[in-house]
């Protein structure tokens, strides 16, 4: 792996909290149990016999890492090693414990990134909207879904290692459009709710590529040159974009320089959940 991206994979996702992250137990396998502990998943809450209020759900438009630990902390004050009950935990989704395994890693000396693209283990036939963290390890990236505790397992009968994702059970949102356009998967397949298709891929796309570059956004922010449902898309830009992410090693200059020049997330973008302009 180039030292470059080593290098950046460790860069801190963390500074008023990074300390305690430094301080917590060694090992992947410790810590990818973590965030599942002190999180709970926005829209699996039921599962763990949680009945969500406004003011928790709230919780998800949570961006940085210091913002998520300040109100896991605000909530219970014990050592982030120390699980919390349910009721306890801060409210997220996928995005927020892909990112918060992220940062624990890298503050343990392993390089580490949150990625965007689709999961085909949450509905049979489909690949939904997902975010898992990839951590260099043995020699490899290794795809780690922190969300899957084991009332996920269960609830999804996942078969295979959550610290170890099978990379046809997870694609990379450069994946997703590289069969899309290769007619070996329909777009439509690939989305979350009633949202998919060519238009939902490429705004992944483009997610991804600004979380490769260290700006790892909420999964329904909104800027340009994400495409809205119905509009027309430019093939060939996203096609570039596909071509470096789906192997941003390779490509690492071409990764960087394509967010500075057509990708770079705004001062503000478009909160779509709470349909308002907000600080990125």
């Not at 909290?17 to 301080?23: F, K």
């Not at 917590?24 to 949680?50: K, N, Q, V, W």
């Not at 959550?162 to 998967?185: H, N, Q, S, Y």
Request: with cysteine.
């Amino acid at each position: 792996m180039p030292e470059s991206i080593r290098d950046f994979c460790l860069k801190p996702l963390a500074s008023r909290h990074l300390q305690a992250l430094v301080s917590l137990p060694a090992g992947i396998e410790t810590l990818a149990r973590l965030p599942s502990a002190l999180m709970i998943h926005r829209y699996i809450a039921p599962a763990y016999g949680e009945t969500l209020s406004e003011t928790r759900i709230e919780e998800q438009h949570l961006r940085a890492v210091d913002a998520i630990l300040d109100e896991v902390m605000r909530k219970d004050c014990s050592p982030l090693d120390i699980a919390r009950r349910p009721p306890q935990r801060t409210v997220g989704v996928c995005r927020h414990f892909s990112l918060l395994l992220a940062a624990m890693l890298r503050a343990k000396g392993v390089p580490a990134r949150p990625r965007c693209g689709f999961a085909a283990y949450f509905e049979k036939g489909r690949f939904v909207d997902h975010w898992v963290c990839e951590a260099w390890h043995g020699g490899r990236w290794r795809l780690i879904d922190p969300q899957l505790d084991e009332v996920q397992r269960k609830a999804f009968a996942i078969a295979f290692d959550p610290l170890d994702v099978p990379r046809d059970r997870f694609l990379v949102a450069a994946e997703a459009w590289t069969m899309c356009r290769a007619g070996k998967a329909k777009p439509d397949d690939f989305g979350i709710l009633e949202m998919a298709g060519w238009w939902f891929i490429a705004g992944n796309l483009v997610r991804d590529l600004a979380a490769l570059n260290g700006v790892v956004m909420l999964p329904w922010d909104v800027w340009e040159p994400m495409p809205q449902e119905g509009e027309a898309i430019d093939v060939e830009r996203f096609d570039r974009l596909a071509a470096v992410t789906a192997d941003p090693d390779a490509h690492w200059n071409d990764v960087r320089a394509l967010y500075e020049s057509d990708c770079r997330v705004p001062p503000l973008v478009f909160n779509a959940l709470r349909q308002r302009m907000e600080q990125a």
